[in-house]
């Protein structure tokens, strides 16, 4: 008996883990933010875009498909060269334009 509730609530866990990690999402381009990112400091540098290429975002789910995402090869004006890949059309940028790379610690977006 001790067994088939130790069953159970394993089956609990992951059943509220997979209907939590459900319920998060990517945003769905630069210009969509979440909730908990009003009001929360941003660092912002300028750069050039480099390189564009459309790629793919897993989805994690068999049920839905991948996300369209565009990845960017950026020259920031310190020099520094970094890749972003975030969910978006790569025919929205072309290399020469001039972006803004925002990181918030954790996630970073390129925009126009």
């Given at each position: 008996?001790?067994?088939?509730?130790?069953?159970a609530a394993l089956v609990a866990v992951v059943v509220a883990v997979a209907a939590v990690s459900g319920c998060a999402s990517?945003?769905?381009?630069?210009?969509?933010?979440g909730r908990g990112v009003a009001g929360e400091v941003q660092s912002v540098e300028w750069g050039t875009v480099q390189a564009v290429r459309?790629?793919?975002?897993e989805s994690g789910r068999r049920l839905t498909s991948d996300?369209?995402?565009v990845e960017f090869t950026v020259t920031l004006d310190s020099g520094k060269s970094i890749v972003?890949?975030?969910?978006?059309?790569?025919?929205?940028?072309?290399?020469?334009?001039?972006?803004?790379?925002?990181?918030?610690?954790?996630?970073?977006?390129?925009?126009?």
């Open positions: 008996m001790k067994c088939n509730s130790s069953k990517t945003p769905r381009d630069a210009d969509t933010f459309p790629v793919a975002i996300t369209s995402a972003v890949v975030q969910p978006g059309s790569a025919n929205d940028y072309r290399v020469g334009d001039r972006v803004r790379v925002t990181n918030d610690g954790t996630q970073t977006r390129v925009a126009r």
